[in-house]
């Protein structure tokens, strides 16, 4: 009976966890999420892990983001990849000295990019104007990072509400087009899905 009363009680929590909501539940510290959830501290373990399940990238212990040296490096390699991108889409379209002239809001304009995605316009720009096209030597700056992680939460925020069985199974135009994304962000919602599935 004492199992029992503990699944349905794990249960119960994790009710509570998915009525409040992915944006609230991954911006709050532990401790404040067991009180607001009416859990004894007991559960903490167990919150915790619904927690860093359901918020995937993100360590809410000290309210910042928090990245593992394996996901910091799997996300500098996909910002890499869609600087690389980036910087081949605006060569196809623009000549390298308006490029190299342009300010980084116009190149954003013109990739139709939302503007958390500077970090990677930013590395594009320096790829074609600084160690050359598409360059591999460019480290990816811990700057660009930021804003590179707050699209990817965000498009796994709205991956999460298309669903797991149709994300995980449909096919990758059919999801950018479900988000209602332009073709040019294929990398990033590549990436979010690959956390996702």
Not at 21 to 35: N, S
Not at 88 to 106: D, E, G, N, V
């Amino acid at each position: 009976k004492q199992w029992y009363q503990r699944r349905v009680r794990g249960s119960e929590i994790w009710e509570k966890i998915k009525a409040y909501g992915y944006e609230r539940l991954c911006t709050t510290k532990l401790q404040d999420l067991l009180d607001i959830l009416g859990v004894p501290d007991a559960f903490d373990g167990a919150v915790e892990m619904a927690q860093k399940k359901i918020c995937g990238l993100v360590s809410n212990s000290k309210r910042e983001v928090a990245l593992s040296p394996e996901v910091k490096l799997r996300l500098s390699g996909a910002l890499a990849e869609t600087a690389r991108e980036y910087a081949a889409t605006l060569l196809k379209k623009y000549m390298k000295f308006i490029i190299c002239s342009s300010r980084l809001q116009q190149l954003m304009d013109w990739l139709g990019v939302p503007d958390d995605m500077d970090g990677a316009v930013e590395m594009a720009q320096e790829m074609i104007c600084g160690s050359g096209i598409l360059g591999s030597a460019l480290a990816v700056q811990e700057k660009y990072l930021q804003g590179y992680l707050d699209t990817i939460l965000t498009v796994l925020k709205h991956l999460a509400a298309l669903g797991k069985e149709y994300v995980c199974n449909a096919d990758l135009p059919e999801v950018i087009a479900s988000l209602g994304l332009p073709d040019i962000m294929v990398s990033v919602v590549r990436t979010a899905v690959s956390f996702f599935c």
